[in-house]
């Protein structure tokens, strides 16, 4: 039987050794978050980096590491600290990352970096090479990965191949900055069909892709060696029903099975007359704009007073990427914008912004959905942004605002939500208001559309349509792979 094979930096599991036991959690991010669901309903595999570098896992280890993600249906790519450090931390998340990101000023271009981004996407081809069986699919995922279609192609030319980005496709100009922008281009012309986030990002590629390879490109299709390579637009959705069920549940808990948090949350309502809770929930990472957002609000509660000691600003902020000087100046600017809001304004009873830096428990980020009036999504530039789609799922009851940074892929499906733009500190604030204030009708006009939307293209009919769209484009003749 015919397999899909899921290819990604990392795999939906990570692995971590906590004193002498292996410990599995799951992962963080949109991308692992999101395919999670389409991975565990099919019969394929998939194939990526455990989390434990090889000079992690003892060689008499190595069996338990393997048979715990055999669990998972993974197998993993072996890669060593030295990969880590320079195709992860540092070509991946040192110069594509912020690069795509608009983030021009972070973006450093290493030859080491670069040299081992290549050496890691041909570990991925050799281990895919040796799983993929005739008339399997392959789909890879992500900016880490571009330079594998095409290396997989030149060893199986008829193996079905799709690509996804899950992050922006950056325009023109700052793509062409970018040393090394043919290889990258070629090497995603490798798959069959290309996908994107939004149709902006797509524009962005062709736009790209004819002005440094002068290839023949007819509307989406490139004509690339003999074959034809497909670009076209699939917005990621998420698990609906996941969500939404949950939210359902959570709201008719009885008291004694209530988490914590959600205690400490009604707690603090009942103290408060009219007390709201916004909420914030991303990876610890430049580009959600998180300053930004502890700023704008600070600037609504000084523009305006009658909000103070009435509304709090919950934000989650999990921890990524530690190792590259970029996050750790972040997470020290957060903490001192945190400290700053809070020293200044917070009264013996009320705190201002409540500040976690870890990851949470599905049931817990529920809880923080369900009880939080208003979402504020600004990011400063983001591929889609899943965190939006969640907030909407959990809203039962039709009550809750979406504000959402118009710079996030998902802002192109959210009309409804209040879109905003990242950097306009009024513009948040005064939104904030309108927000708080929203009648309920008005509430639950737009997150009916919303969340009408979000179910009806969830994460599966996402991936049902970029698999069906790369079927389409399949080549009939059988594959033949030079191992
Ligand atoms: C984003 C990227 C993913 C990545 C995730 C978490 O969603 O698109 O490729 O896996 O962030 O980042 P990390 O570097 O921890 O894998």
Same mark, same amino acid.
């Given at each position: 039987?015919?397999? !899909?094979?899921?290819?990604?930096?990392?795999?939906? /599991?990570?692995?971590?050794?906590?004193?002498?036991?292996?410990?599995?959690?799951?992962?963080?991010?949109?991308?692992?978050?999101?395919?999670?669901?389409?991975?565990?309903?099919?019969?394929?595999?998939?194939? $990526?980096?455990?989390?434990?570098?090889?000079?992690?896992?003892?060689?008499?280890?190595?069996?338990?590491?393997?048979?715990?993600?055999?669990?998972?249906?993974?197998?993993?790519?072996?890669?060593?600290?030295?990969?880590?450090?320079?195709?992860?931390?540092?070509?991946?998340?040192?110069?594509?990352?912020? %690069?795509?990101?608009?983030?021009?000023?972070?973006?450093?271009?290493?030859?080491?970096?670069?040299?081992?981004?290549?050496?890691?996407?041909?570990?991925?081809?050799?281990?895919? =090479?040796?799983?993929?069986?005739?008339?399997?699919?392959?789909?890879?995922?992500?900016?880490?990965?571009?330079?594998? #279609?095409?290396?997989?192609? +030149?060893?199986?030319?008829?193996?079905?191949? $799709?690509?996804?980005?899950?992050?922006?496709?950056?325009?023109?100009?700052?793509?062409? !900055?970018? #040393?090394?922008?043919?290889?990258?281009?070629?090497?995603?012309? $490798?798959?069959?069909?290309?996908? &994107?986030?939004?149709?902006?990002?797509?524009?962005? @590629?062709?736009?790209?892709?004819?002005?440094?390879?002068?290839? +023949?490109?007819?509307?989406?299709?490139?004509?690339?060696?003999?074959?034809?390579?497909?670009?076209?637009?699939?917005?990621?959705?998420?698990?609906?029903?996941?969500?939404?069920?949950?939210?359902?549940?959570?709201?008719?808990?009885?008291?004694? !099975?209530?988490?914590?948090?959600?205690?400490?949350?009604?707690?603090?309502?009942?103290? @408060?007359?009219?007390?709201?809770?916004?909420?914030?929930?991303?990876?610890?990472?430049?580009?959600?704009?998180?300053?930004?957002?502890?700023?704008?609000?600070?600037?609504?509660?000084?523009?305006?007073?009658?909000?103070?000691?009435?509304?709090?600003?919950?934000?989650?902020?999990?921890?990524?990427?530690?190792?590259?000087?970029?996050?750790?100046?972040?997470?020290?600017?957060?903490?001192? =914008?945190?400290?700053?809001?809070?020293?200044?304004?917070?009264?013996?009873?009320?705190?201002?912004?409540?500040?976690?830096?870890?990851?949470?428990? &599905?049931?817990?980020?529920?809880?923080?959905?369900?009880?939080?009036?208003?979402? %504020?999504?600004?990011?400063?530039?983001?591929?889609?942004?899943?965190?939006?789609?969640?907030?909407?799922?959990?809203?039962?009851? $039709?009550?809750?605002?979406?504000?959402?940074? +118009?710079?996030?892929?998902?802002?192109?499906?959210?009309?409804?939500?209040?879109?905003?733009? #990242?950097?306009? @500190?009024?513009?948040?604030?005064? !939104?904030?208001?309108?927000?708080?204030?929203?009648?309920?009708?008005?509430?639950?006009?737009? %997150?009916? /559309?919303?969340?009408?939307?979000?179910?009806?293209?969830?994460?599966?009919?996402?991936?049902?349509? @970029?698999?069906?769209?790369?079927?389409?484009?399949?080549?009939?003749?059988?594959?033949?792979?030079?191992?």
């Amino acid at each position: 039987m015919n397999k !899909t094979i899921i290819i990604s930096n990392r795999l939906p /599991v990570d692995l971590k050794f906590d004193e002498e036991k292996l410990v599995v959690k799951s992962s963080i991010g949109g991308l692992a978050t999101g395919m999670k669901s389409v991975h565990s309903e099919g019969n394929g595999i998939w194939i $990526g980096w455990s989390g434990l570098t090889e000079e992690e896992i003892e060689p008499s280890r190595q069996n338990e590491v393997d048979k715990a993600l055999a669990k998972e249906k993974c197998i993993r790519v072996p890669l060593t600290a030295y990969d880590i450090e320079n195709y992860y931390y540092g070509f991946s998340n040192t110069a594509l990352w912020p %690069l795509f990101h608009y983030f021009q000023a972070y973006t450093e271009f290493e030859l080491t970096h670069w040299e081992s981004y290549k050496n890691v996407n041909q570990k991925f081809a050799d281990i895919i =090479l040796e799983n993929v069986n005739e008339g399997d699919t392959v789909w890879i995922h992500d900016y880490q990965l571009l330079l594998l #279609p095409e290396l997989l192609r +030149e060893k199986a030319p008829n193996l079905t191949i $799709g690509f996804f980005l899950h992050i922006p496709y950056p325009s023109f100009e700052l793509f062409r !900055t970018c #040393p090394w922008r043919d290889e990258l281009l070629y090497g995603m012309l $490798g798959a069959d069909l290309i996908g &994107f986030h939004t149709y902006d990002y797509v524009r962005h @590629f062709i736009s790209s892709t004819s002005r440094i390879t002068g290839l +023949e490109i007819r509307f989406n299709e490139i004509f690339y060696k003999d074959r034809i390579v497909k670009v076209d637009s699939f917005p990621m959705g998420i698990d609906y029903d996941k969500y939404h069920n949950a939210a359902l549940e959570h709201e008719v808990r009885p008291d004694a !099975t209530k988490s914590e948090l959600m205690h400490n949350i009604e707690l603090h309502n009942m103290s @408060f007359s009219e007390s709201k809770l916004i909420l914030s929930i991303d990876r610890m990472d430049y580009t959600k704009g998180i300053p930004n957002r502890i700023k704008s609000f600070e600037y609504f509660l000084n523009k305006y007073p009658e909000y103070k000691g009435k509304v709090r600003l919950v934000m989650l902020s999990v921890p990524s990427r530690e190792n590259v000087p970029q996050y750790q100046r972040l997470k020290r600017e957060t903490d001192e =914008l945190v400290g700053r809001i809070n020293g200044q304004l917070a009264t013996v009873n009320w705190t201002p912004v409540w500040y976690f830096y870890r990851s949470m428990p &599905f049931d817990d980020l529920i809880d923080l959905y369900v009880a939080s009036d208003v979402a %504020l999504v600004t990011p400063t530039r983001d591929g889609m942004n899943l965190v939006a789609k969640e907030y909407v799922a959990t809203k039962t009851q $039709g009550k809750g605002v979406l504000v959402l940074s +118009e710079m996030a892929g998902a802002a192109k499906e959210m009309h409804e939500a209040l879109l905003v733009n #990242p950097n306009n @500190f009024e513009q948040i604030a005064d !939104t904030l208001k309108y927000a708080l204030e929203m009648p309920e009708a008005e509430q639950k006009s737009r %997150l009916e /559309v919303l969340k009408k939307r979000i179910s009806r293209y969830n994460v599966e009919k996402w991936a049902d349509s @970029f698999l069906n769209a790369l079927e389409i484009t399949k080549n009939a003749k059988p594959v033949t792979i030079t191992k």
